[in-house]
């Protein structure tokens, strides 16, 4: 790997961390605006789903092979989680973000969310063109069917193939 491809992943990782340090080192000073607080929590909780429902649906899945982690799939995966966004993961990154704005109410949080979202884009089309590579037309296929990291798009679009009697869940 040259360079170049860590560039995403460091911005994301030192943005994540101070924003993750300053929110709790701030706690006292934050503007006490309780209802973003919430939020920030049901953010976080959303986040969370996100970040545990793929490790599940690979597991049950994937085919991953025996005392692999579990993103050594071995066919791609289309259900569950994966039928509503084809990143989960790099949502809940985003999701997590967002949550310490909410919760922080600091303007440096705030504006650490911004390389957090881009880097997380970024590094999606990145593993957008690793699976092309390692499932070929049918991940372009799925690509069409599913939004990278658009939940609500997601959502809507489950619906529909629902309502159209595909299976989408097994």
């Not at 006490?32 to 049950?60: A, K």
């Not at 509503?84 to 999701?95: E, F, N, S, T």
């Not at 499932?135 to 629902?162: D, H, Q, T």
Request: with cysteine; net charge positive.
């Amino acid at each position: 790997m040259k360079m170049k491809d860590y560039i995403c992943s460091t911005i994301l990782g030192v943005s994540i961390i101070t924003q993750i340090v300053l929110t709790y080192t701030l706690w006292e000073d934050y503007y006490d605006i309780l209802g973003l607080v919430i939020t920030g929590y049901i953010f976080w909780g959303f986040s969370i789903i996100f970040g545990v429902l793929p490790v599940i649906t690979f597991r049950m899945k994937g085919d991953v092979p025996e005392r692999s982690s579990y993103i050594q799939t071995t066919k791609l995966v289309d259900k569950g989680i994966y039928a509503i966004v084809r990143h989960p993961q790099y949502l809940a990154g985003i999701l997590w973000s967002i949550a310490l704005v909410f919760i922080s109410q600091h303007w440096v949080v705030d504006i650490l969310c911004v390389p957090v979202i881009a880097a997380t884009y970024f590094d999606s089309l990145k593993a957008n063109k690793r699976l092309i590579e390692k499932f070929g037309e049918e991940y372009v296929e799925y690509m069409k069917r599913v939004p990278s990291l658009n939940a609500l798009w997601g959502i809507l679009k489950l619906l529909y193939r629902c309502f159209k009697n595909e299976r989408v869940f097994n």
